[in-house]
């Protein structure tokens, strides 16, 4: 249905303004802007409702910041006075001939003008109330549409050899989908107009349900239906719109497939006529570029063949490059989708999801699904969800591939929400295919959509509306998290999925053969006749946001407010403006995704494997828009595959399925059986081991220009994840760096003192732009470790650049202090104030100590008195009241000895005498240990076979004697003095065995050992330090190294992964040199006395002493 100017249709009168005024409602700002301001000789006095519509868009994010008020006016070409004057709703309409009436109105208002129409009869799979309750409101519009497009088809039916066309069959399987299409935008506004009805008691019926279906009943008289879409005109204009845009496609798709008829036989069907077409299901896609989909056609023989209304170029290419890699030793053989480019569309071969028939072929799946992990990083791929994957026995088939040679990277992408976590650019995990969790949080877990990782029955972390009593007078919309669906990615065998945890074997060795293969290949590849010249003038997809905020964005825009009025649809799209400040320059995008939206399509841009430039879907060309070409980013990649980077690319895959793992079952943290071992030269055994930890640290990090970007595991309330870390010391990069800081220094290894420089850049940039993306004030979590992690290294490589910019942040945290509820060392004030006291030695300021001193004074008043003692509630584990180092009052207590140290003032250490004395009542004599009360650290030990008392730093003995003994200048008295001697009891008993970690492990708690042998000038103990310290060495070279997550896994990170151990064992190689990170020490080194400059070699003044 062509929506054209029809002279004898809907001309405006003398008694139409009125409602042609209404119709004007919908225009958008560019439409009113153009008959308005054309029109407007004088401004007329704005009204008080222009000026508050104005002030709310003003007002909203991000158009309070800097300029970009103005960029927005910019952008529509228009000042602040014509907007106000667009703001006004139209008294009349604008249209005075018949010639300026847009077509939509015309086919709406003929449409219901008629006395009848056809019925119009849905197919069976769209009845239910969701879809079809409210269609009856629109039949008069899609009666229409249907009879048209059956009289176009008719000429059709005999058009092409072979293919018979029934015009009515294929308009009623095309009919199935346009339900899905229609009903988003009719649900809320009908609900309204339902309520009003039943509270203006117009509906009959004495059950909720007979009012139901009177109010459909209604919906079918024309002039009923026309009252609600007059008060919706947004509502009116969309539905016109897509059900033309329904008609023209399918009448589209029916051209195409009779003058491709004769091609599709011979590449499809061996050449063979399938029978007449019995049916055309769309809705298999996103709609895009007016309203566009994939249809999957089903022919009289069987035979199956899928439609995209998209270049197929990709597709093609794949399988070319597929049978290339074959020919050359792809090991199991590789098989692609059949796919016929037809330039602006294109048809490939249907894949039908099968099972497998025995081990082998699950096995041999997982190794070909290795070979596309490694594949898809080679081209650049992204988006390769678990949608886009069909599992079609031993052949995992990738059936969409639009998004290779992405000439983006990772970091420059729009961001709409705090769910985005974003990974390295360089990353296997950037194709989508491996598992990983999207739009989780540290407090709400995510969903796995990878083609490897999704699996049915996972609830998405957004509440997305869903009705509630469909079918009766009180059907409405509620928020609730949706169930997503099962698919058919993963292999079957017997009836069952197999999941890749139990062939994570087969999955890596695939991966390494076909990375193997790339790079003996890699020549051949990026010759000027090799197989990606097939691509280079291909259009790629490139994805600037998740598609997901897309269609999230064009469903919210369907509020009964909304759909009143273009203008604050308009209003709403410009929610798009916050993602791109911090990449302006996508500024540009915003116009181009609205002006999608408001037909109802998902933005759609594409650009050329080998084109800098950017084309969207609504037909806008932008030269130049990219950097560089996606062609010159994967001749780049390939021309960068090594070893090296294959090991890091393995170990990113191999944690990936670390994270399923954990994310699927309780998994118990490692134990081991630990022995003290008398270690021969046991300084330099420790310090070569302390160096082998390091330079397995080095191949992890991936690299760019001068920073240094990290992946790690981490896990909060929303789950486990594998993602860049953040900046804190616990498992992000301030850890890192001051592990590789101090490594370079004992070991006068340079590649570690560049690595840590380089991950300091990192750090330095994000910091800058996202300050706000630091959580918490502590030691290990925020602000606190940061600080500190500055502070030490500044003072060793005699920086003071460094030293600078952790007092530049000072600035920032006292507000954030006074608001603590966190309080511990580990994430609050506490670790806040310990660590401001070290910088403080070195960058002393009135800020500083004013910091300082807010932090004790935020101690001092959320101490609350117990039975006995006083504490600190703690919120992150509960709201509980807890003992030990990390979250408790041991490590609280010790911070206000410190203060108390500084000031003098006796009320500090009266509460943290008094924090002791609360822990002594929770100690524990049948188990020498204080216990750890989180909530559920009890019931995970259970699940874990383990016990509710910890024997670590964070939480237990080790850590609770480490306070008590750094406390000792402070308060020194018999009990103490017992505490401590009973935490080294207990520690030494009970401490060792469990895993090589800072935090919880062996490390952690061999610090506390050496702590207390210096501290107390004990020999005996220092013996016993050394024998331990050798039976580390010695579990480390019979069981590898063990780290603090569960089930052993490895990460980078500093308190419970691969820099922790570095550092630990280099501490106990060298005390003299490397500080108790545990105490929160200040530097060991006096400046003037580091061993070189920050890039590791000898400073000048290193050089001119010499």
Not at 188 to 204: D, I, P
Request: proline share 6%; charged share 25%; net charge negative.
């Amino acid at each position: 249905m062509e929506i054209t100017q029809r002279q004898d249709e809907a001309t405006p009168g003398a008694n139409a303004p009125s409602r042609f005024a209404r119709w004007a409602r919908a225009t958008t700002l560019a439409e009113r802007a153009a008959f308005t301001l054309k029109a407007s000789t004088t401004q007329p006095d704005a009204s008080a409702a222009a000026r508050k519509r104005l002030d709310a868009w003003r007002q909203q994010e991000p158009f309070g910041q800097a300029d970009w008020w103005q960029r927005r006016l910019q952008s529509s070409g228009l000042t602040e006075t014509e907007l106000l004057m667009l703001l006004e709703v139209p008294a009349e309409a604008p249209w005075t001939t018949p010639a300026e009436v847009p077509g939509w109105v015309q086919v709406l208002e003929r449409a219901y003008a008629e006395p009848s129409h056809a019925p119009v009869i849905w197919p069976e799979r769209t009845e239910g109330p969701d879809r079809s309750a409210f269609l009856p409101l629109v039949e008069p519009l899609v009666s229409r549409a249907v009879t048209q497009l059956t009289a176009a088809l008719k000429p059709l039916k005999h058009a092409a050899p072979g293919l018979d066309l029934e015009p009515s069959v294929v308009v009623s399987t095309m009919l199935g989908h346009l339900p899905q299409v229609l009903a988003p935008a009719l649900g809320r506004a009908m609900v309204v107009e339902l309520h009003a009805a039943q509270l203006e008691g117009l509906l009959a019926g004495d059950t909720p349900e007979a009012r139901f279906q009177d109010f459909t009943k209604r919906l079918r008289q024309p002039r009923f239906a026309l009252d609600i879409l007059e008060r919706y005109p947004v509502l009116a204009r969309c539905i016109v719109l897509r059900i033309a845009e329904w008609e023209s496609n399918c009448l589209g798709l029916m051209k195409r497939l009779t003058r491709d008829a004769p091609l599709l036989w011979q590449r499809f069907n061996a050449g063979q006529s399938p029978g007449a077409l019995v049916e055309a299901r769309g809705g298999f896609s996103d709609p895009h570029r007016g309203g566009q989909g994939v249809f999957i056609l089903r022919f009289e023989s069987g035979l199956r063949i899928v439609y995209k209304p998209r270049s197929l170029g990709a597709e093609a290419g794949l399988q070319q490059l597929l049978t290339w890699l074959n020919a050359r030793g792809a090991t199991p053989v590789m098989k692609g989708a059949e796919a016929l480019d037809r330039g602006e569309y294109g048809w490939m071969e249907y894949v039908a999801p099968a099972p497998c028939a025995s081990t082998e072929e699950v096995r041999r799946f997982y190794e070909r699904q290795g070979a596309y992990v490694a594949l898809m990083h080679a081209l650049d791929g992204t988006d390769l969800h678990f949608e886009n994957l069909i599992a079609a026995g031993e052949h995992p088939v990738l059936v969409d591939v639009e998004t290779l040679f992405h000439p983006l990277s990772g970091t420059r992408t729009l961001r709409d929400s705090e769910h985005a976590v974003e990974a390295p650019p360089v990353s296997v995990l950037r194709s989508g295919l491996l598992p990983q969790q999207f739009w989780g949080t540290r407090k709400k877990a995510g969903v796995d959509l990878s083609g490897l990782g999704a699996r049915a029955g996972q609830l998405t972390p957004q509440a997305y509306l869903m009705t509630a009593e469909r079918g009766t007078d009180r059907m409405r919309f509620e928020r609730r998290p949706v169930e997503l669906p099962g698919s058919n990615n993963l292999p079957r065998l017997e009836g069952e999925t197999a999941p890749v945890l139990a062939y994570r074997d087969a999955l890596a060795d695939g991966f390494t053969r076909m990375y193997s293969l790339l790079l003996e290949h890699r020549e051949a590849l990026l010759a000027e006749d090799g197989p990606l010249a097939a691509f280079a003038h291909m259009p790629m997809r490139i994805l600037f946001r998740n598609t997901a905020v897309y269609g999230a964005l064009l469903f919210e825009s369907y509020h009964p407010h909304t759909l009143t009025d273009g203008l604050e649809r308009q209003r709403f799209f410009d929610h798009l403006w916050r993602a791109v400040v911090p990449v302006p320059d996508f500024a540009a995008l915003v116009p181009l995704e609205t002006e999608q939206l408001e037909r109802g399509d998902l933005p759609y841009f594409t650009a050329r494997a080998d084109s800098k430039d950017l084309e969207a879907g609504s037909g806008q060309h932008l030269p130049d828009f990219f950097q560089e070409t996606g062609m010159a980013r994967v001749r780049r990649r390939l021309k960068g595959l090594s070893p090296e980077d294959q090991t890091r690319q393995r170990w990113v895959l191999e944690r990936s399925l670390d994270v399923l793992l954990l994310s699927s079952q309780t998994v118990a943290r490692p134990t081991y059986p630990f022995r003290e071992h008398t270690q021969p030269g046991l300084r330099d055994a420790l310090l070569a081991e302390a160096r082998r930890a390091g330079e397995r640290l080095l191949p992890l990090a991936f690299e760019r220009r001068d920073e240094a970007h990290w992946l790690g595991l981490d896990a909060g309330d929303g789950g486990w994840r594998l993602g860049s870390p953040g900046p804190d010391v616990f498992q992000g990069r301030a850890g890192i760096a001051l592990a590789l800081g101090y490594l370079g220094d004992v070991t006068q290894d340079a590649r570690f003192t560049r690595l840590a420089r380089a991950t300091l850049r990192t750090q330095a940039r994000l910091l800058a732009e996202e300050p706000a993306g630091v959580v918490g004030l502590g030691i290990l979590n925020g602000w606190g470790g940061i600080l500190y992690a500055l502070t030490h290294l500044g003072v060793l490589w005699k920086d003071d650049a460094l030293l600078d910019e952790a007092a530049g942040y000072v600035r920032r945290l006292r507000p954030l202090v006074e608001k603590d509820t966190v309080l511990d060392v580990g994430a609050g004030a506490a670790g806040c104030l310990l660590a401001l006291l070290v910088l403080g030695e070195h960058r002393p300021s009135d800020t500083l100590w004013a910091t300082v001193d807010a932090c004790g004074q935020r101690l001092l008043e959320t101490s609350t008195p117990q039975a006995r003692g006083a504490a600190w509630i703690c919120e992150a584990a509960g709201n509980r009241y807890l003992a030990g180092m990390a979250h408790g009052a041991a490590g609280i207590s010790l911070a206000l000895l410190r203060l108390f140290a500084r000031t003098g003032d006796t009320r500090l250490r009266d509460a943290a005498v008094a924090g002791m004395e609360f822990e002594r009542g929770l100690y524990t004599p049948e188990e020498r240990n204080w216990p750890d009360l989180r909530v559920g650290a009890k019931e995970l030990a259970a699940a874990e076979g383990a016990e509710h008392f910890l024997w670590a730093w964070c939480t237990g003995a080790p850590g609770i004697g480490l306070a008590r003994l750094s406390g000792l200048p402070f308060v020194d008295d018999a009990a103490v003095r017992e505490e401590i001697a009973i935490a080294l009891d207990s520690t030494l008993a009970r401490g060792f065995g469990r895993n090589h970690g800072l935090c919880h492990g062996d490390l952690g708690n061999a610090d506390f050992l050496l702590e207390a042998a210096a501290t107390l000038g004990d020999s005996k103990l220092q013996e016993r330090t050394n024998a331990v310290a050798g039976g580390i060495l010695r579990g480390i070279s019979e069981h590898g190294y063990l780290f603090g997550l569960q089930g052993s896994t490895e990460t980078p990170g500093m308190m419970v992964g691969l820099a922790g151990i570095a550092y630990g064992l280099a501490r106990l190689a060298m005390p003299e040199r490397l500080p108790s990170l545990l105490t929160v020490a200040p530097p060991r080194i006096v400046r003037g006395e580091g061993l070189g400059t920050p890039d590791g070699r000898p400073s000048s003044r290193d050089q001119e002493q010499s």
